[in-house]
């Protein structure tokens, strides 16, 4: 059975298009919290814990989910604005059946989604949400009026999860003589991120903390990391740190303006660990870039490779009983100090490995240098089955034998559009960009009828 609601990261979409309108998500509420109160990981009265961005749509989703909640029996913890992590710790600290989180990410403003995580921090696995959509199928009911869930709001939530992010830093180290600027995409970190780090000793100079409902990822953090870099040299910052809107994902920018992807801050994370003791290995997805795992082997690491989507990330290191991971956007697990992806956190860690070795940015990725990706986007029929193309497969097994062991072929279709993405990765980017092209030509051939 196929999830007909719920993708890679719950379920997102238009803000009153279907399915991000009231009348849908409050019977996503009713039909959650059955399976709660069924035994979907509940410990006695089923309580969830709800969340959300700083995105003003956030206001009537959050009724529309506490209701339906309500109307299942099931009671309801209510956060405010708080990053999504924040809301996975909390979900685990106070023994919830499960956590709740509004928001669309790194999205605009007029998008938004719900995504849930479960009684112990992880999200949702696949058998949960399958089991939530074949309550959706069903009528909503109410339960009796003295069964009906009650709501509450949370009033220390973000002072707990700031305390949280603070542990995750080794206490021997703190922050001082530091100058960071902190970019939190006017989204939920708006009033955690800085106080994190400033009670740790740094000179702080928040950026895109001041949201108004509708500028939430407008022009600033993880998704604009230029405006990090501009104003890292404007305030002659030591370390711009860049999250999204709902504080998952994580960029940097050095002194220099230079800004570091996820590949390169995994790579600091797990050098930092090996200084410490054995790393077994470290998952990706098919998107990391080669020159991570290339530089992990050389350290004898073993490097796994997941489908986009830092849900499979997780799955990939929970198989293997590893602990780190993550995405070259910017989404990096580090379980050994939180169940799920959480920026603060991932920043923290990079922070701990500059202090620790008293080197810079450019210091620790001295040894990584990573290959040019060339991507085409290339149109094709819905349905297409690229798998089959004759053209494509043989040019694509001839590209792979001039790339040998220095580079490698992606080929994937787009998840929302009728679209085939063919990357081409090489040390040498001109033969990244003729290599894609030319599987690009093969390609296309198929539509002109060649």
Known sequence: MTRQYFGTDGIRGRVGEPPIVPDFVMRLGHAAGQVLASGGGSRGRPTVLIGKDTRISGYMLEAALEAGFAAAGVDVLLSGPIPTPAVAYLTRALRLSAGVVISASHNPFDDNGIKFFSGDGNKLPDALELRIEAALAQPMGCVASERLGRARRIEDAAGRYIEFCKSSFPFALDLRGLRLVIDTAHGAAYHTAPHVFHELGAEVISIGNQPNGMNINDRVGATHPSSLAVAVREHRADLGIALDGDADRLLVADAAGRVYNGDELLYVIVA???????????????????????????????????????????????????????????????????????????????????????????????????????????????????????????????????????????IRASGTEPLLRLMVEARDPALAERAAQHLAFALQSRFSGA
Request: glycine share 12%; charged share 25%.
């Open 272 to 410: 930092d660990r090996l200084r410490r003791g054995a790393v077994a290995g470290v998952a990706g997805t098919l998107m990391s870039n080669l020159a991570l795992e290339l530089a992990l082997a050389r350290r004898g690491v073993g490097f796994a490779r997941a489908r986009v989507g830092d849900r499979y990330v997780l799955e990939a290191l929970q198989e293997r009983g590893w602990l780190y991971g993550g995405e070259s956007s910017g989404h990096l697990l580090c379980l050994d100090c939180h169940s799920t992806g959480d920026g603060t956190i991932s920043a923290l860690q990079v922070l701990a490995a500059m202090r620790s070795s008293g080197r810079d940015l450019a210091e620790l990725t001295a040894d990584l240098v990573l290959f040019p990706q060339k991507l085409i986007n290339v149109p094709v029929e819905r349905g297409f089955d690229w798998q089959t193309h004759a053209g494509l497969q043989r040019a694509r097994a001839e590209v792979e034998a001039e790339l040998g062991a220095e580079g490698r072929v992606l």
